[in-house]
């Protein structure tokens, strides 16, 4: 049985028994309608939740929403997605980021399937057994989904009380104090009230410029009485991120296709459609040994930022003719390109900077 300990002391000061209710009254008239949520009223789809979750990790609200759209519409139920090939679920993803989260969730689908019968399990400790669930989303979906008091802690929500209650230890080694603060909170309406805290980190208290004045807990929170909400939470400084380089390759045939390959299933980009490129390096390097023999103009270059890194390509185009084969281990797109492929933004970005097909090609000389 989940029991509130009312009794946790952070900085002196005891968790406030009223906060919940405040919170939750502020939210049952400010609630954002979200493609993903249920109405006030209304039982949340596991399904849903799963995959908003899952598309949410890492990635803002706005940018989730017509790729949720897209994937409720080719994917109504867990079942479809399921049944459906992990390439189109890799296609449906592109541009998205983060694609180990393509993966688990083709994977996770598989096995909700497979193992749960096509029912999403009701505990943390179930849902935690499932491909590309850690402890945070496996919070979210037992709280909204189920309404299991438990809770879920991510970036909002460790904002919102670092600040309540001036939580001074960086993160990410004060997580389990937020942690059991949160615990502390959670109602009856655990559900809602998981919800709230995001609506309240996400429109509210913000990083950079918080509405102190019409949050539910302003009477509450040490840091605006402070003065010192943009303090918080505490983090470590940041290492500085070393800049990787590396060459990108755009070759197309007389009828349109383009050269490209799959990516190693482990790795960066794991699994995802990729034009030739060259190794990652953190030294620039002047010559690279593109993947066939044509003539090859240099387009410039483009910036892309990973989690841990940037990354420049300086980009090269040729034009082929149409007896040439593709080079191990790469293929040939269909003649309207790589479009319908898994290609994530960065060789989106590299096929945008290739510049325009050299029409004399299109006459398909070999």
Not at 19 to 37: E, S, T
Not at 53 to 68: A, C, D, R, S
Request: net charge positive; hydrophobic share 45%.
């Amino acid at each position: 049985m989940f029991i509130r300990d009312m009794s946790f002391v952070v900085n002196e000061r005891q968790v406030d028994p009223f906060l919940d209710k405040m919170l939750l009254d502020w939210y049952d008239r400010n609630r954002r309608v979200l493609p993903w949520r249920a109405l006030a009223g209304q039982k949340a789809d596991p399904y849903r939740v799963w995959l908003s979750e899952i598309m949410l990790q890492q990635t803002g609200v706005k940018t989730v929403i017509p790729y949720f759209d897209a994937f409720t519409a080719r994917f109504p139920t867990v079942e479809n997605m399921a049944r459906a090939e992990r390439d189109e679920v890799l296609r449906l993803w592109a541009g998205l980021g983060y694609y180990s989260r393509a993966r688990n969730l083709h994977a996770c689908a598989v096995e909700v399937v497979e193992r749960h019968g096509g029912r999403f399990p009701d505990s943390v400790d179930a849902l935690l057994k499932l491909p590309g669930i850690g402890a945070y989303t496996a919070g979210a979906i037992a709280s909204i989904a189920f309404d299991r008091r438990v809770v879920a802690v991510d970036g909002n929500v460790e904002r919102v009380l670092s600040r309540v209650y001036q939580v001074e230890e960086a993160m990410p080694k004060a997580r389990p104090m937020i942690t059991r603060l949160a615990e502390a909170l959670v109602p009856e309406r655990a559900g809602d009230f998981a919800q709230s805290l995001m609506d309240l980190g996400a429109t509210i208290c913000t990083p950079k410029n918080p509405v102190c004045a019409v949050c539910p807990w302003t009477n509450a929170c040490g840091a605006r009485k402070a003065g010192t909400m943009l303090e918080y939470p505490k983090k470590l400084a940041k290492k500085a991120k070393v800049m990787r380089y590396g060459a990108a390759f755009v070759v197309r045939r007389a009828d349109g296709a383009v050269l490209i390959g799959t990516r190693a299933e482990k790795g960066l980009l794991g699994g995802m459609v990729e034009v030739p490129n060259s190794a990652w390096t953190v030294e620039s390097v002047e010559a690279f040994a593109p993947p066939l023999h044509a003539e090859w103009r240099h387009c410039g270059s483009v910036d892309h930022v990973f989690t841990h890194f940037p990354l420049r390509l300086e980009v090269y185009a040729a034009e082929v003719g149409m007896k040439v084969k593709a080079p191990a281990p790469y293929r040939w797109s269909s003649p309207n390109g790589p479009d319908g492929e898994a290609l994530p933004t960065l060789f989106r970005k590299v096929l945008g900077a290739s510049g325009p097909f050299d029409t004399r090609f299109q006459r398909g000389s070999g």
